[in-house]
């Protein structure tokens, strides 16, 4: 059974600071690994997908890696701003599943940018 | 337009009533989600629709029916419901694709705060 986690599961840092946020994962073989963003009592918003045959995947700000031997991702957030506080949840979807995708969640990681 | 709509945004209901969360969108997607969030905890897969039949339950309680009418949208059912089933329901939708899982993005809706008395 895949198993996802994050580390830390909260982080406090101040405006303008590159930060990095991990991911782990115990079955390797996955289709994709994803990163959300959440922000409190609202839906997830899709950042980044890698698929599994990538290593990295860059969007503005936000650069993250997937290394899938060793069931790793890590999300690089470059000057931070406050805005980026939210709490954000990095996803699996894994192969030989029935039907179509299905997303094993981390419990996320819960980040305060201070201003 | 890359957007998921849910209705109601805030529901209170007793034990005893009937009610039903809806779900639209309009970006031809064929696979269809619900997922079940409580606080502070990551979102719970409990349906998939597939080209609108059910391919996935993740042995959902009864009191939880899901219907998918067409492909652009999704209800969910409730009957029955106990306090614990108080929780911030989300429906996602993605292209899904059997060819192309490895880019399948999951679109997720605003949610349903649901609150059972």
């Known amino acids: 059974k895949q198993e996802v986690t994050q580390i830390p599961a909260a982080l406090s840092v101040p405006e303008g600071e590159n930060l990095v946020l991990n991911c782990s994962f115990t079955?390797?073989?996955?289709?994709?690994l994803q990163w959300f963003r959440q922000d409190p009592g609202k839906g997830l918003t899709s950042l980044l997908l890698i698929q599994s045959s990538q290593r990295e995947q860059t969007s503005g700000r936000l650069n993250a890696s997937l290394d899938k031997s060793s069931g790793r991702s890590t999300l690089y957030i470059a000057a931070s701003q406050p805005g980026d506080s939210a709490t954000y949840l990095c996803a699996v979807q894994g192969r030989g599943m029935k039907g179509a995708q299905k997303l094993v969640f981390g419990q996320g990681t819960r980040l305060t940018i201070n201003p | 337009d890359t957007e998921v709509t849910q209705t109601p945004k805030h529901l209170v209901m007793g034990m005893t009533n009937k009610k039903s969360l809806k779900c639209e969108q309009h970006m031809g997607h064929r696979a269809m989600y619900w997922y079940k969030q409580k606080a502070k905890k990551p979102p719970e897969l409990m349906f998939v629709?597939?080209?609108?039949?059910?391919?996935i339950n993740e042995s959902v309680p009864s009191r939880f029916s899901p219907e998918c009418p067409n492909s652009s949208l999704l209800n969910l059912h409730l009957h029955a419901l106990q306090p614990e089933d108080s929780a911030l329901y989300l429906c996602?939708?993605?292209?899904?694709?059997?060819?192309?899982?490895?880019?399948?993005?999951?679109?997720f809706g605003p949610g349903t705060r649901l609150t059972v008395l």
């Open positions: 629709y597939s080209y609108e039949k059910l391919s």
């Open positions: 996602a939708s993605s292209q899904g694709l059997a060819g192309a899982l490895r880019t399948d993005t999951q679109y």
């Open positions: 079955d390797s073989a996955i289709y994709n």
